[in-house]
């Protein structure tokens, strides 16, 4: 079935950095726009930056200039620089794109940012 897989998670401190990787499964990239997305606890899910396949990414105003999204279609895996990072960056990151008119949603990987 095809899929997204993120990874890359982890602790770090504030201050610190993290990449995650988010790899499609059983279909290609193609010219998918693709997301990043992020959910604490007790909130709902806020999309933090996007990538068309030409085109400029975009940023939510409480990443920008901290994070980074990339994409390799080669590869068909986006990544997510994330550096400077903050205790309330924490959450569940999650990649996503639309296949088939629906979105697909990864697993999505922790990240916990903390002393």
């Known amino acids: 079935q095809v899929q997204l897989v993120e990874s890359g998670g982890g602790l770090v401190q504030p201050g610190g950095s993290l990449r995650l990787s988010c790899a499609a499964s059983?279909?290609?990239?193609?010219?998918?726009?693709m997301r990043w997305h992020r959910q604490a606890p007790g909130t709902e899910r806020e999309l933090v930056a996007m990538?068309?396949?030409?085109?400029?990414?975009t940023y939510a105003d409480s990443v920008k200039g901290r994070f980074t999204i990339s994409r390799d279609n080669a590869k068909n895996t986006v990544y997510l620089q994330m550096n400077s990072l903050k205790p309330e960056d924490t959450a569940v990151y999650y990649c996503?794109?639309?296949?088939?008119?629906?979105?697909?949603w990864g697993q999505g990987t922790q990240v916990t940012v903390s002393s």
């Open positions: 996503n794109c639309l296949y088939n008119a629906q979105n697909l």
């Open positions: 990538i068309p396949n030409n085109g400029n990414p």
């Open positions: 059983r279909f290609s990239f193609g010219a998918r726009t």
